[in-house]
Nanobody, 124 residues
Framework: QVQLVESGGGLVQAGGSLRLSCAASGGTFGSYTAGWFRQAPGKEREFVATLSKSGGDTYYADSVKGRFAISRDNAKNPLYLRMDSLRPEDTAVYYC?????????????????WGQGTQVTVSS
């Protein structure tokens, strides 16, 4: 059973930056497609970014492309989400997730394991 724990959320002013981390136990990210999702109050959970099992391929939601970066140093290190030029509309609980699948990983139902989430609040 893979357990995921996010950290790094907080309150930041618009235009600022944060880096989220996601630590895995019971498995390593090298065996899974990794993803970040977010959920704002009253809204459905939405895809943010995904990283392939090899770590070589990334894909982003249009709303964060060019501002956010998903990464990891190697298969065993934490997963990261670097967030720059933050906007008030980026305010949400951010979740990391791991999927056994290599396809369709912009969809939350493709993911097998989820973290508990970390709050990101961007003030205007």
């Amino acid at each position: 059973q893979v357990q995921l724990v996010e950290s790094g959320g907080g309150l930041v002013q618009a235009g600022g930056s944060l880096r989220l981390s996601c630590a895995a136990s019971g498995g390593t990210f090298g065996s899974y497609t990794a993803g970040w999702f977010r959920q704002a109050p009253g809204k459905e959970r939405e895809f943010v970014a995904t990283l392939s099992k090899s770590g070589g391929d990334t894909y982003y939601a249009d709303s964060v492309k060019g501002r956010f970066a998903i990464s990891r140093d190697n298969a065993k290190n934490p997963l990261y989400l670097r967030m720059d030029s933050l906007r008030p509309e980026d305010t949400a609980v951010y979740y990391c997730a791991a999927s056994r699948s290599s396809y369709g990983t912009t969809l939350s139902r493709r993911y097998d394991y989820w973290g508990q989430g970390t709050q990101v609040t961007v003030s205007s």
